[in-house]
Each structure stands twice: as C-alpha cells, then as structure tokens.
C-alpha cells in the first residue's frame, strides 16, 4: 500500500552513505535550493529533500538503493520503498540537478539512484494516494493514441473528449470507419475501472493486454441486438468467448426503455457466469455503468463485474472451447500489454451513434 500524501512543508528524509554535492557545477536547481535551505540539505550520512514535482496532483517517488561494491561489510541500510510526494506542487524540476557519489576505500559503497516516476505528470495519468492510475485525464487524449496503422476495424476511428467525456464514434460517422484508442503505457497483472455509456446500437469493447494490431483479450460492450457486455472475447486471437446469454432491447420512439437476455445454446463453461435477469438488474439503461476488471497470471484469470456485481470469471487455463489455445494466445498477447475502448468497424454501427468512457483508473497488482 502507498502511504498517504505528505503535507506540502514535509521533508523526505532518508539513509544514503557517503556522497556529495556537485559544488562546482551544482546547476540552477540544486543551487537555487541551496540557498532555500528549507528545500534542500547534506551531510555524509543522510539526504533530506523537498522536491518540486510538475504540474500534476501527485507523482510517485521510487528510491532505489543498488549495492556496487562491498569492501569490507556486507550490510546494507533499512530503506524506504516508496514515497508519496507533496500535493498541489508549486514548481518544475530541472534534469540538471545533479547528486554525484562518492567511494570510501575502506568501506561498503553504495549506488543511490533517486529514480522519480512522473506518474502524475505524465500525460493522462496520475497517482492516486491508493495505488489507484488516473488514465484519462478528463482534458484531452494525452497518454492514448490511436491504433497506428489500419486494423481490421478501420484506421483508428473519431476520438475526442465533451465536458470531460472520452467519446468514440466512426470516422466519419456512418461510414465504416473504426478502430481503437490505446494508452501509451502496457499493464501486466492489474484492476480496471471504467465508467461507460454507449448509445444502443453500438458495439464497442474494452481491451486488456492488448496491442497495436488490435489483439486482445475484450471485455465485450457488444451494446445492440444479440450483443452482450461485461463477458470475455478474444479479439484477433481466435475470437473465443464465454458469453452465456446475449442481449436484446426493447426500443420505443427511437429510445431504449428496457433489456431483457435469451440463453445461447452450449455456451462454453467459465467458473462463473452471472444469470442473464441479475445481469439485467444490475445494469442501468440510459445511464452510467461502471466496469471493474481483474486481470491476473498469463495465461490470464480475467474476472468483470459491472456496477459492483460479478458477471463473469475466465479462466484461461481451464477453458475448453475447441480450438482454443491458452498457451499461444498468451504467448502472442504477452505478459503486459495496453488499455483500449473500441469504436467497430462495419456498416453495423449506427450513424451518429457513440460509446462514452469516464473514470478510467487502473491499480497494477
């Protein structure tokens, strides 16, 4: 667990064995914190530092301590794993800070790299005091980007963001065109939240460990005729899945009043599927639904609720649909991939017609 925020006034305050400061070329930061002595202090045993973070909420503090040598003990110093940093930062780090260290001869030497992970301002993503991503930032597409070249859905589809909405549709509307925004950064072993709303008619997805070409595995959001949502799918990799029911709406003066589910026919087995009337109960016509996604091991367990009720568990390793190999889907998805939402390609999807995404955090496990 990551300890909560610091006050903004607080020092990090920790071991480092012997080393120095660049006094000759210490570069405007360092030097401009020497002179505020309040931001900055040495001395041959420890480091107390108030560092200045971008403009962002929050960013993660890393501290690696890597041993280079030992010449004469084998002990190394009880050491912090991580910080938090202070909240509402008020500056902007220069990369010429510079902390050089140095080696006694007569004993154990240590590496110190203060390796800073700006998470917070890294585009579209910030750090929560839980653990928990901020992936859309609710401004703008920064850390996302559309599929780079042609998939077999379209060239990547319209994104664009409306009063803090991520929103997808084809490109341009009614013409075919789709495709898929994916975040810069790859996740492995993670939970996902993500609030949607798509327009009924669409069919749309959220992908997991999912690349470039457009493989993944799908949390479907197949939001139509027959569709399903919160189920797993195999997107580019066979197009396996575990849905037990599909969907159907009932639609009166061009709106969808209500949802009801009809069973497949031998759906394949999972660990868990919900029952298509709780399905219907938990979800929330023309409103917000939330989405929590587990996805752990590789080949994976995957398991969605959506607005805090279970609907499904796969397993990988124990499903048995024919065909389907969990080895080599694993093996060309990867341990790690990245978060998308899908705008389909194909005449199915209705002109006009968007799939709105909010709230998108993740939690790497």
């Known amino acids: 667990m990551y ?18 400061v660049d006094k000759q070329n210490p570069g405007p930061d360092v030097a401009w914190r020497r002179r505020e002595r309040k931001h900055f202090s040495t001395n041959a045993e420890r ?22 040598a030992c010449l004469g003990t084998n002990e190394m110093p ?14 902007t780090p220069s990369s010429r800070d510079r902390i050089e260290m140095s080696r006694s001869l007569f004993q154990a030497s240590f590496v110190f790299v203060l390796a800073v992970t ?24 920064s850390g996302w980007h559309k599929n780079p070249k042609r998939i077999g859905h379209g060239t990547g589809g319209q994104w664009a963001v409306e009063d803090g909405v991520l929103v997808g549709q084809q490109d341009p509307p009614g013409s075919g065109n789709g495709g898929i925004l994916l975040t810069d950064r ?35 959001v197949d939001y139509h005729d027959g569709g399903n949502v919160g189920h ?79 609907v499904t568990v796969f397993d990988a390793t124990r499903y048995t649909q024919e065909g389907f190999d969990a080895e080599k889907v694993a093996a060309t998805l990867g341990p790690a991939g990245r978060i998308a939402v899908q705008v389909h390609g194909g005449k199915g999807w209705p002109k006009g017609a968007k799939c709105r995404w909010k709230n998108i955090r993740i939690k790497p496990l």
Request: hydrophobic residues 40%.
């Open 3 to 20: 300890p909560g925020a610091a006050p903004r006034s607080s020092w990090l305050d920790f071991p480092l064995g012997p080393f120095r």
């Open 47 to 68: 480091l107390r530092i108030a560092p200045r973070a971008i403009g962002c909420d929050r960013f993660l503090c890393i501290v690696f301590y890597v041993p280079i």
């Open 78 to 91: 009880d050491l912090p794993d991580h910080i938090i940093l202070p909240t509402n930062p008020t500056g």
């Open 118 to 141: 700006l998470i917070g301002g890294l585009p579209g993503a910030t750090l929560a005091d839980d653990g928990w991503i901020e992936l859309f930032n609710g401004r703008d597409l």
């Open 186 to 220: 790859t996740f492995g072993d993670f939970e996902l939240m993500i609030d949607m709303k798509p327009d009924w008619g669409v069919c749309s997805g959220v992908f997991l460990r999912g690349n470039d070409q457009g493989q993944c595995y799908q949390m479907m």
């Open 232 to 310: 797993i799918y195999g997107e580019g990799v066979g197009g396996f899945n575990n849905r037990p029911f599909d969907i159907f709406g009932k639609v009166e003066d061009g709106r969808l009043i209500s949802l009801t589910t009809r069973p497949r026919k031998n759906p394949p087995a999972s660990v868990y599927n919900i029952a298509g009337p709780d399905w219907v109960k938990a979800w929330k016509v023309n409103d917000w639904n939330t989405a929590r996604i587990r996805v752990v091991g590789n080949p994976p367990t995957i398991t969605t609720w959506i607005n805090g009720v279970k």
